[in-house]
């Protein structure tokens, strides 16, 4: 995929000897896919020096992606709000609160079949308004700082999360004890599997312990957010 996405944007690219690492999970709901589009184009970029701001970058990697949901935040790191209407773009880039972020991570994949399968083929009218204020509380509490009602309103979410959670069967088991140790949300990295928790960073550490006690068939990750997005490291 790295080497399709930077012929794409760069066809007369010369031959390089590319080495490619990644500390990603595939197919776990945590943006690996996203990651390696920005990764092409950026090498692209840079072999072909092509000086694309990110705003193009993006334009580029939305294409290809078919939304902005996670090439966005891959590009511009931080708190990524976008939309892609009729092949417009548009984002907004604000600071992420300053928490620790906990991500469980099983195992085992989640088939797109099975996790889209769960989910209803349409929302009425009524139920689209109520979620879409949901995620509205939810943006402009993070954008706010307020950790608390941006926690509650995540955990409301109408659009996907109880559908799918069932899918994932350490689920209750993490939020009963992310809630019990202080945690504002827990919820599903993209589609899942991952479970991805918001916490205070002083109660991180305890949190992380807890559930690794749990021995659970899967990875505990302590992470933070990164501020700065796609760069180039000499």
Known sequence: MLIKV????????????????????LARGLGSSSSVIVAGIE???????LQLSNAEKLNLATKIEGHPDN???AIYGNLTISSYVNGEVSTVVTKFPEVSLIAYIPNYELRTKDSRGVLPKGLSYQEAVAASSIANVAIAALMKGDMV????AIESDRFHEHF????IKEFPK???????NGAYATYLSGAGPTVMILVPKER???LKEKIEEQQFKGQVFELQVDC???RVEK
């Open 6 to 25: 930077a012929r794409r944007i760069a066809p007369a690219i010369r031959p390089h000897h590319l080495k490619m690492t990644t500390d990603i999970p």
């Open 43 to 49: 090498l692209a970029n840079q072999l072909a020096n």
């Open 71 to 73: 090439v966005a935040p």
């Open 149 to 152: 009602v941006a926690g509650q």
């Open 164 to 167: 799918r959670q069932g899918l």
């Open 174 to 180: 993490i939020k009963m004890m992310a809630k019990e």
């Open 204 to 206: 991180s550490n305890t």
């Open 228 to 230: 700065k997005g796609v």
